[in-house]
């Protein structure tokens, strides 16, 4: 599948200002999504296969290391042991993650280690995660990210613009983000767990997405509060929105604190109900999670006992 970039619009004010947020319907789509069984338990391990696909292998710690960054590469290249692998009968399918994502400093050493592969590079910029660097720097800090081999940069917004509601200034910051980004792929990241409001946070996605970024994010992961099924389900009714709208599709990252199997496949089931089979893949849909991927791999543990069939590996295409 190939997703066409999103170009990004004019600011229209009008649009910004009439969105509204119906906050106990969210609430309440949200509790319902949590309490049910998101997948048939026969089709858990396939579907956690695919959320394999989807992650954003992250780490993001002061004390990260070219030798951690050297192993996170190598999971990301075989996600799963070697055992696990054969029990489930899927050497063909050559499984990676969709990316690794770092600072800035590992991006050389992360480059390297997954030279010849297809798995994304991102790097977390502008400031992250607070990002309160002067402009000129976030903006070189990008340039400079790109050109260590960064093809996808996750950003952060100023959050005093959401505070204030300054769309214009939102919206000329992203905006000029989107152009040092040149061939990148751009993340926006909202912090929504300091934006305060769920209409906020729509009338931000909404703003970063006229900008043109091509994903939005809810969080650094180092917000207090982090993705949420409420703030989820606010943000991807925006980029319904945005498609019905304007015809393109913005992909969504949720990130923070996910770090169940059974919580990836509530993400999941919500992107299929929500927006579709096309945010199920990699070019519409990323979790940004350190340790997700562990948990993953021990559910699949769990499956080999019988649930898995190679019927259902169409699941994962
Ligand atoms: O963008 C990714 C997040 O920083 C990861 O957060 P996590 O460590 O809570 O999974």
């Not at 992250?58 to 290249?77: F, I, M, N, S, W």
């Not at 939005?216 to 509060?225: A, H, L, Q, Y």
Request: aromatic letters at 6%; charged letters at 25%; proline letters at 2%.
């Amino acid at each position: 599948m190939t997703i066409e970039r999103n170009p990004g619009m004019d600011l229209n004010l009008d649009w910004i200002e009439s969105i509204q947020v119906n906050k106990s319907a969210i609430e309440r789509r949200a509790q319902s999504l949590g309490a049910r069984r998101s997948v048939k338990k026969q089709h858990q391990a396939a579907w956690l296969l695919k959320a394999i696909t989807l992650i954003d292998l992250t780490t993001l710690a002061g004390d990260d290391t070219e030798l951690r960054v050297k192993r996170l590469c190598a999971k990301a290249k075989k996600p799963i042991r070697h055992d696990l692998v054969t029990a489930l009968g899927i050497e063909d399918l050559h499984l990676t993650t969709g990316a690794i994502c770092v600072y800035h400093d590992m991006l050389t050493t992360a480059a390297n280690a997954l030279k010849g592969t297809d798995i994304h590079l991102a790097a977390v910029s502008t400031g992250f995660p607070a990002g309160l660097t002067p402009l000129h720097l976030k903006i070189e800090e990008i340039k400079e990210s790109v050109k260590a081999g960064a093809d996808e940069i996750d950003i952060v917004i100023t959050r005093k613009h959401v505070f204030s509601e300054n769309w214009s200034a939102l919206y000329d910051e992203v905006k000029a983000y989107r152009e040092a980004c040149g061939q990148a792929h751009m993340k926006t990241i909202l912090s929504t767990g300091e934006i305060s409001t769920l209409r906020n946070v729509a009338k931000a996605s909404m703003v970063c997405m006229m900008a043109g970024a091509d994903f939005i994010k809810t969080s650094t992961g180092k917000e207090s509060v982090n993705a949420t099924l409420p703030v989820s389900l606010t943000m991807i009714r925006q980029i319904r929105e945005y498609q019905e709208r304007t015809g393109y599709k913005v992909g969504y990252k949720p990130a923070g604190g996910i770090s169940k199997a059974k919580d990836a496949l509530v993400y999941l089931s919500m992107m299929k109900e929500e927006l579709g089979d096309d945010w199920l893949q990699p070019d519409l849909f990323r979790f940004g999670a350190s340790s997700l991927l562990g948990d993953i791999e021990r559910q699949l543990e769990h499956h080999i006992t019988g649930h898995y069939s190679a019927a259902h590996r169409h699941a994962i295409g």
